[in-house]
């Protein structure tokens, strides 16, 4: 029985390496090659390690991390559906719900259950966790945006107003970090030119 256990949490390990070939539209600092789901969860884990002090609210860090770690593993199957395409987003909840349930489902019941349950409570968006693991989700790309001088938002023609609808939940889980991202990442390049006003 224990066997059957280690051999679902290692078909998960090693279904889960997929998520290293999703590629993003987001460069890294180089501005030459763009991160995958993998680098993205990574880099948003330390981050809210070092920027928890910043929350909102007091949040279990553990539990925030393990959020922003699986939140993209449903993109093995449903993709990547970038942040401003429109029609993309139609089916982008159908596609992911779909992958939740097949992935997480290949763990062992309990812990699948335990997956699954904190994938939705960062689909929903009503905890303290969730709330800054969004901010965390939209202020990594956003930094990495201004550090390569705006190259993808330029790429895609990016509206400031674009930006503001995407984070308009950004404060929800800091209003520092919110604040800090506006004032030193997308003003300047509203101001450069890289990100177009409307």
């Known amino acids: 029985m224990e066997q059957n256990r280690l051999d679902q949490q290692f078909d998960f390990f090693r279904e889960i390496d997929k ?3 999703i590629g993003r539209q987001t460069y890294l600092t180089d501005a030459i090659r763009k991160e995958n ?7 948003m884990a330390i981050m809210t390690i070092l920027l928890s002090e910043y929350a909102n609210e007091e949040i279990d ?3 925030t991390v393990t959020m922003l770690l699986i939140h993209d593993i449903v993109e093995i199957d449903a993709g990547d559906t970038y942040a401003y395409d429109e029609d993309g987003k139609k089916t982008q909840r159908q596609r992911e719900t779909a992958a939740a349930d097949r992935i997480f489902g290949m763990l062992p019941g309990d ?11 960062f689909e929903q968006n009503k905890t303290p966790e969730a709330n800054f693991a969004h901010t965390m989700d939209n202020l990594q790309p956003v ?9 993808a938002w330029q790429e895609h023609g990016v509206h400031l107003n674009q930006i503001l609808k995407r984070n308009q939940i950004t404060s929800m889980g800091s209003e520092t970090l919110w604040k800090y991202s506006f004032e030193n990442f997308i003003q300047p390049n509203v101001e450069k030119g890289r990100i177009k006003e409307d």
Request: charged content about 40%; proline content about 0%; cysteine-free.
């Open 143 to 151: 930094m990495l945006n201004a550090a390569t001088d705006g190259k």
């Open 61 to 63: 860090v553990l539990k």
């Open 111 to 121: 812990q699948a259950r335990k997956m699954r349950e904190l994938w939705e409570e």
């Open 19 to 21: 998520e290293k070939f």
């Open 37 to 43: 789901d993998a680098e993205h969860a990574w880099h």
